[in-house]
């Protein structure tokens, strides 16, 4: 048994409660010393830019993987819908934990609500598939994009902005959720894929790690993970595209709706045994393609 536990996560406050999470859940299982250590990623550093322009989410967990595979830490903490399908060599999912509410909400200006929003209200994301949706519901905001983390974000409502939007998950974690005007819902915003999931990358060769992770894992939240991710997968999005997804599971099945942007709105639904997880979502990208199609040929 390793005598320390090294995590590694990104610096900011939301990254640092995010490893507390995943700290106490190993310590629930394995009574060992446990030390948190704060990476600053190139996403973390370029501001000024939006994500699409700099190589995208991707940017986040780089530096991270890099000190995983050179033995810095032992465990590597993300938010999940910031990971790349892809991983470096050498390295694997080790968990995901109980996933957080995984929707998206608006937070506004003081003495502003969201049903109170006027019209050309100027709201902050940093995220084209909020933005798209957003618009479709009230196309008279202006939306304007914005960076940095959940505090800097919620500070420019003392500055510039009427309204941000932001995840859940991220708010209740930052202990923001209060500020929370409205929640919205599925058939008004349907969020990232993996919005809300916790995932711990390991490294391959990590016996002992890999029996911690097996005693910590989310079974819900690995089955939906799996059809979300297998969506972005089949459809090819990434951050140049919007594109959300979500999976929930119900008496033992899985439902998931699917969204992805052309020059219009285009979402999908269906539902599966939780064990044809990666085959749910690569079913509602293939139903996409097809809307996607005789969009073209209409045109």
């Not at 997804?245 to 539902?271: N, V």
Request: aromatic content about 4%.
């Amino acid at each position: 048994m390793k005598s320390v536990i090294k995590i590694g996560t990104r610096a900011s406050q939301l990254a640092i409660k995010q490893a507390e999470l995943a700290k106490e859940a190993i310590q629930s299982v394995l009574d060992t010393e446990i030390e948190i250590v704060t990476i600053t990623t190139k996403g973390d550093k370029i501001l000024h830019k939006t994500l699409d322009k700099i190589g995208g989410k991707g940017l986040f967990v780089k530096e991270i993987e890099k000190a995983l595979l050179e033995g810095t830490i032992d465990i590597a903490v993300h938010s999940m819908k910031d990971m790349p399908e892809d991983m470096p060599e050498g390295l694997t999912l080790g968990a995901v934990l109980k996933r957080e509410n995984p929707m998206d909400a608006i937070v506004c200006k003081k003495a502003l609500t969201w049903k109170t929003l006027p019209k050309g209200a100027k709201v902050g994301t940093g995220s084209l598939r909020r933005k798209v949706q957003l618009l479709s519901i009230r196309p008279d905001l202006n939306v304007v994009p914005i960076r940095g983390n959940i505090m800097t974000r919620l500070d420019r409502l003392e500055q510039d902005l009427d309204a941000v939007v932001l995840a859940v998950a991220g708010l209740i974690r930052n202990g923001q959720h209060q500020r929370i005007s409205y929640i919205f819902k599925l058939d008004e915003m349907i969020p990232a894929a993996c919005q809300g999931i916790l995932a711990l990358q390991i490294r391959k060769k990590d016996i002992f790690l890999k029996e911690v992770m097996k005693k910590i894992l989310d079974e819900d939240a690995y089955y939906c993970q799996k059809a979300e991710r297998a969506f972005l997968t089949e459809i090819g999005a990434d951050c140049h595209a919007p594109a959300g997804a979500l999976a929930e599971i119900k008496e033992k099945k899985l439902f998931m709706t699917a969204l992805f942007y052309t020059d219009r709105l285009l979402q999908t639904q269906a539902s599966a045994d939780v064990t044809q997880a990666e085959a749910l979502g690569k079913k509602l990208a293939k139903d996409i393609k097809k809307q996607m199609d005789m969009q073209w040929v209409k045109y």
